[in-house]
Every structure is written in C-alpha cells, then in structure tokens.
C-alpha cells in the first residue's frame, strides 16, 4: 500500500515549482487587509464581548456565594 515514486516525484517538481513563483502583489494586499479586518474585529469586538460574559459570571458566582453564606 505503499504510494507511486513517480507520482511522489511529479508532486515534488510540482510543489518546487509552486514555489518558485513569486506571490502576486494582490494577493499581499488582500492578505493584508484581511489579517487587518480580523484583528480589529477580534480585539474591539469579540474580546470586549467575552470580558463582559466573564465578568458577569464571576458576579454571578459571587452572589450565589453570597447568598449561601
């Protein structure tokens, strides 16, 4: 079950090939802004959201521990 050496080697050249090409300059630019849109969606967005689930558990916890008492 062992796999072809002449399909591995056209993968090889394929591959060296692959990456012998320069990465067009409008990729980089999506690349970019897309890494750009993520960050700030995750840093102004999802983080404040999930600090705001985690402190309201941690008051919820508190109470409950309050009230036990």
């Known amino acids: 079950m062992g796999s072809d050496p002449t399909t591995a080697a056209v993968g090889d050249r394929a591959a060296a090939e692959a990456r012998a090409k320069p990465v067009p300059l409008w990729r980089w630019a999506i690349w970019w802004v897309l890494l750009l849109v993520a960050g700030l969606l995750f840093y102004f967005l999802l983080a404040p959201i999930?600090?705001?689930?985690?402190?309201?558990?941690?008051?919820?916890?508190f109470r409950a521990r309050r009230r036990r008492s």
Do not use: C, P, Q, Y
Not at 50 to 61: C, P
């Open 50 to 61: 999930w600090l705001g689930l985690r402190a309201a558990a941690w008051i919820a916890e």
